[in-house]
C-alpha cells in the first residue's frame, strides 16, 4: 500500500502531466478517415487531455482509421465540444447502453464487450489513454492489412503458445485463493473453460492497453459466454476483480489464429527504465507513470510532432 508520501507525490506529479499535456490543444485536428479502421477507447473526464495524446499521436503515425469512444459515464458537454473538434466528430457510446449479459461491471468488460460488436465489420484497435506513440508503427499497418490480431506484450518474453505449453510455464496457484492475483487465477482455469472456443487453444500473455483485433472473430457471446463459466469456478467476488477483462481479451487474440506480438523493444510498458531512443510506443503503466519524467517527456515530444 502507498504511503501519505507516496500518494501526495502521484497526484502532484500527475497535476504537472495534465498542465504540460494542455500542449495538446494547440495541435491540428484528426481529419477520420472511414476506412474499416476504428481507434477505441473508454474514457472519462479526468484523462480526457492524455487520452487526446494517445489518440492523436497514434493517429498521426498511422494515418487511419476514425475515432469511437465509450464514455465511462463522466464526459462532460465540454469534454465532448472538445472531442468533436479535435478527433473530427467521434462517434461516442455510453456505458449504461453495453449489454454485460452477467459480465462483471465497471471492471472493463463494457469496453471489451462493445469492442466485440464494433469489430463485425471493423477492424477496431483498443487504445489506453496512458499510452504515446513516439515513432512508425509499421508492424501495426502490417497487421491491419493482413487482417491478423496483434497485441503489445504484456512482458517481453510474451508468446504465442499451445494452452497447455502455456500453462507448464506457470506456477501451481489455488485460482480461488482471493490472495492470488487475478490474472494468474483466471490463466490457472483456462483448460477448464469451454465457453465455444477453439478445441486447439492458445494463450498470449499481452496487454489489452494496445491490441488489435480483426473484422469478423470471437464475438460478444463468447466473451459473455466465458465470463459465466469463469464466474461459476472462481466465484463471483472474485471473478469480479479488475484484470479478468485483459485475460478475456488475451484469450480472443490468442485463439483467433498466430497474432502479431508486437516487437518489445519498440513498443513496450514502461516499467521505470530509460526508454530506447527508437521506442515506437509506450505504454505508462500506473504503477511508474510518472517516474523519471519519462510520460511528462513523451507527452511533449507527441505533442511537438503533431504541431510540427
Same mark, same amino acid.
Given at each position: 500500500?502507498? !504511503?501519505?508520501?507516496?500518494?501526495?507525490?502521484?497526484h502532484?506529479?500527475?497535476?504537472w502531466h495534465l498542465?504540460?499535456?494542455?500542449?495538446?490543444?494547440?495541435?491540428?485536428?484528426?481529419?477520420?478517415?472511414?476506412?474499416?479502421?476504428?481507434?477505441y477507447?473508454?474514457?472519462? !473526464?479526468?484523462?480526457?487531455l492524455?487520452?487526446?495524446?494517445?489518440?492523436?499521436?497514434?493517429?498521426?503515425?498511422l494515418?487511419?482509421?476514425?475515432?469511437?469512444?465509450?464514455d465511462?459515464?463522466?464526459?462532460?458537454?465540454?469534454d465532448?465540444?472538445?472531442?468533436?473538434?479535435?478527433?473530427?466528430?467521434?462517434?461516442?457510446?455510453g456505458i449504461?447502453?453495453?449489454?454485460?449479459?452477467?459480465c462483471?461491471p465497471k471492471?472493463?468488460?463494457e469496453?471489451?464487450?462493445?469492442?466485440?460488436?464494433?469489430?463485425?465489420?471493423?477492424?477496431v484497435?483498443?487504445?489506453?489513454?496512458?499510452?504515446? !506513440?513516439?515513432?512508425?508503427?509499421?508492424?501495426?499497418?502490417?497487421?491491419?492489412?493482413a487482417?491478423?490480431?496483434f497485441?503489445?506484450?504484456?512482458?517481453?518474453?510474451?508468446?504465442?503458445?499451445?494452452?497447455?505449453?502455456?500453462?507448464?510455464t506457470?506456477?501451481d496457484?489455488? %485460482?480461488?485463493?482471493?490472495?492470488?492475483?487475478i490474472?494468474?487465477?483466471?490463466e490457472?482455469?483456462?483448460?477448464?473453460v469451454?465457453?465455444?472456443? %477453439?478445441a486447439?487453444r492458445?494463450?498470449?500473455?499481452?496487454?489489452?492497453?494496445?491490441?488489435?483485433?480483426?473484422?469478423?472473430?470471437?464475438?460478444?457471446?463468447v466473451?459473455?459466454?466465458?465470463s459465466?463459466?469463469?464466474e461459476?469456478?472462481?466465484?463471483?467476488?472474485?471473478?469480479?476483480?479488475?484484470?479478468?477483462?485483459?485475460v478475456?481479451?488475451?484469450?480472443?487474440?490468442?485463439?483467433?489464429?498466430?497474432?502479431?506480438?508486437? %516487437?518489445?523493444?519498440?513498443?513496450?510498458?514502461?516499467?521505470?527504465?530509460?526508454?530506447?531512443g527508437?521506442?515506437?510506443?509506450?505504454?505508462?503503466?500506473?504503477?511508474?507513470?510518472?517516474?523519471?519524467?519519462?510520460y511528462?517527456?513523451? !507527452?511533449?515530444r507527441?505533442?511537438?510532432s503533431?504541431?510540427?
Open positions: 500500500m502507498a !504511503t501519505l508520501s507516496e500518494h501526495l507525490h502521484w502532484v506529479a500527475q497535476a498542465r504540460r499535456a494542455r500542449g495538446i490543444l494547440a495541435t491540428p485536428p484528426i481529419v477520420p478517415r472511414d476506412d474499416g479502421v476504428i481507434l477507447s473508454m474514457i472519462g !473526464t479526468r484523462v480526457l492524455p487520452y487526446l495524446v494517445a489518440v492523436k499521436s497514434l493517429h498521426a503515425r494515418g487511419r482509421g476514425r475515432v469511437v469512444i465509450l465511462d459515464g463522466t464526459l462532460t458537454a465540454a465532448r465540444r472538445t472531442l468533436d473538434h479535435h478527433l473530427g466528430n467521434p462517434e461516442i457510446h449504461a447502453s453495453v449489454d454485460l449479459g452477467g462483471p471492471s472493463c468488460w469496453r471489451l464487450l462493445l469492442l466485440l460488436e464494433l469489430r463485425r465489420d471493423h477492424y484497435i483498443q487504445l489506453d489513454s496512458d499510452t504515446v !506513440t513516439l515513432g512508425p508503427v509499421p508492424e501495426v499497418a502490417d497487421a491491419i492489412d487482417g491478423r490480431d497485441t503489445l506484450r504484456g512482458e517481453s518474453d510474451s508468446e504465442w503458445m499451445p494452452l497447455d505449453a502455456f500453462l507448464a506457470r506456477p496457484v489455488d %485460482p480461488c485463493d482471493p490472495a492470488t492475483h490474472q494468474a487465477a483466471a490457472a482455469i483456462l483448460g477448464r469451454d465457453a465455444g472456443l %477453439p486447439d492458445h494463450y498470449v500473455r499481452g496487454c489489452a492497453g494496445f491490441a488489435g483485433f480483426a473484422p469478423g472473430g470471437l464475438g460478444p457471446d466473451a459473455r459466454a466465458f459465466a463459466e469463469a461459476a469456478l472462481l466465484g463471483r467476488d472474485n471473478w469480479k476483480r479488475w484484470g479478468s477483462e485483459q478475456m481479451s488475451n484469450v480472443i487474440i490468442a485463439n483467433e489464429g498466430p497474432p502479431v506480438l508486437l %516487437p518489445y523493444d519498440r513498443y513496450l510498458n514502461y516499467w521505470n527504465e530509460p526508454l530506447p527508437d521506442a515506437a510506443f509506450v505504454h505508462f503503466i500506473g504503477t511508474y507513470r510518472f517516474h523519471r519524467g519519462a511528462v517527456d513523451a !507527452t511533449l507527441a505533442s511537438r503533431l504541431a510540427a
